[in-house]
C-alpha cells in the first residue's frame, strides 16, 4: 500500500480497562482496522488523564493503576477512515474519536521476511 499526501489521522481515547467480548477493547479496535485494510494503527498507554467523567487515572495512584487512559492512532486516506467508523459504532465506545487532517510525507513498511 501506497500513502501519501492529505490523509486523515483518527484517534481513538479509551481506558485499558475497556473490553470487548473479553479481551482489551484497543485490540479489537486494532485487529478490525487490520481486516478492513487500513494503512495501520498504534496504542499509546497514557500515565495520567481524564475524560467525560473528569475522574483522573493515573499510575500514581495504585488504587487506580489498572484503569489508564489508552490511546489508539490509525492514519490513513480519507476516504478509508469514514468507510471504518461504522465499526467503531458497533463497539459502543464510551470514550473520545476525533479525526484530523494531516500530511504523509513518509510511509514505508519493513520488507517481508522471506521463509
Known amino acids: ?4 499526501g492529505r490523509a ?3 484517534t481513538i481515547f ?6 470487548w ?4 477493547l484497543f485490540t479489537e479496535i486494532v485487529h478490525r482496522a487490520r481486516e478492513a485494510g487500513l494503512a495501520g494503527a498504534t496504542v499509546f498507554r497514557g500515565v495520567e488523564g481524564f ?3 473528569s475522574v483522573v487515572h493515573t499510575t500514581r495512584l495504585l488504587s487506580m493503576a489498572d ?3 489508552t490511546t489508539v492512532v490509525i492514519v490513513d486516506e480519507e476516504e478509508r477512515i469514514r468507510s471504518f467508523m461504522p465499526q467503531l459504532e458497533e463497539l459502543g465506545i464510551e470514550g473520545l474519536v476525533t479525526v484530523q487532517e494531516v500530511e504523509v510525507v513518509h510511509y514505508k513498511g519493513r520488507e517481508a521476511a522471506s521463509t
Do not use: Q
Not at 500500500?1 to 501519501?4: E, K, Q, V, W, Y
Not at 467480548?21 to 482489551?24: C, G, W
Open 1 to 4: 500500500m501506497r500513502l501519501s
Open 8 to 10: 486523515l489521522r483518527m
Open 14 to 19: 479509551v481506558d485499558d480497562t475497556d473490553m
Open 21 to 24: 467480548h473479553h479481551k482489551p
Open 51 to 53: 475524560g467525560a467523567t
Open 67 to 69: 484503569d489508564l487512559p
